[in-house]
């Protein structure tokens, strides 16, 4: 092969080398999001006696509003709706919001055991979630600390025959320490753990009422 045509073409590629290494440069480097999560107290299990004192609960898939479902954090200022730039839940706030749920159940001193999907074992209760607002709310303009809203719609059925046992609303509001994104998440926390320590609740003495 010529000598002259190597080299000519050893060039040619240094210099696409050199060319592409000045595009890449050219390129900003971008912040990295923060991920964040909620409903992530370590609660221990709680003992809820022998088996045959218990009654099972089996939870439908949760119906999740559409716009705060997904792993952005919503705001609302004065009607207008919005995300938080730079930050995100590390999963999809539905997925979060049923983890928390289950952790919920089991820390619960109550005789509720809550029975999952594909799960072999016979539920006394069928429990509904529906949760209808989980927004950050800025009630009293954007630069000051906003609220978290944590509203949820629980509906109960007996297994055996589909008779409403139970319809109730739980509405939690947290007003976060700081206009942060940590104390928001902060609030978060606590309203999700406050609504479902009242739905525990609620399904333990629900569930206490059942005829023996």
């Given amino acids: 092969m010529n000598p002259i045509r190597n080299i000519l073409r050893g060039l040619a590629i240094a210099a696409t080398a050199a060319a592409l290494a000045g595009c ?9 999001v923060g991920l964040y999560r909620f409903g992530n107290d370590p609660a221990t299990p709680v003992s809820k ?5 218990l009654f099972g609960v089996f939870k439908t898939p949760t119906i999740f509003t559409r716009a705060s479902a997904g792993d952005r954090i919503l705001t609302f200022t004065n009607g207008e709706a919005a995300y938080i730039g730079d930050a995100r839940w590390v999963s999809p706030a539905s997925v979060l919001f049923d983890e928390a749920v289950s952790r919920a159940f089991e820390a619960d001193p109550g005789r509720a055991r809550l029975i999952g ?4 074992a016979k539920s006394d209760l069928m429990l509904r979630l529906e949760v209808r607002s989980f927004e950050t709310v800025y009630v ?19 297994s055996s025959d589909r008779a409403l046992v139970g319809d109730q609303v739980f509405e939690a509001r947290v007003k976060a ?4 994104v940590g104390p ?15 739905i525990t609740a609620w399904v333990s003495a629900a569930g206490g009422a059942l005829p023996k």
Avoid: C, H, M, W
């Avoid at 890449?24 to 990295?32: G, I």
């Avoid at 006696?49 to 004192?53: D, F, R, S, T, V």
């Avoid at 320490?177 to 942060?180: A, W």
């Fill in 117 to 120: 999907r594909g799960e072999v």
């Fill in 177 to 180: 320490s700081d206009n942060r």
């Fill in 140 to 158: 009293n303009g954007p630069k000051t600390a906003p609220e978290v809203l944590v509203q949820v719609r629980g509906v109960l059925n007996r």
């Fill in 184 to 198: 928001i998440v902060q609030a978060y926390d606590s309203a999700t753990g406050k609504a479902l320590g009242d």
């Fill in 24 to 32: 890449v440069s050219l390129f900003p480097k971008a912040d990295p």
């Fill in 49 to 53: 006696g022998p088996p045959g004192a």
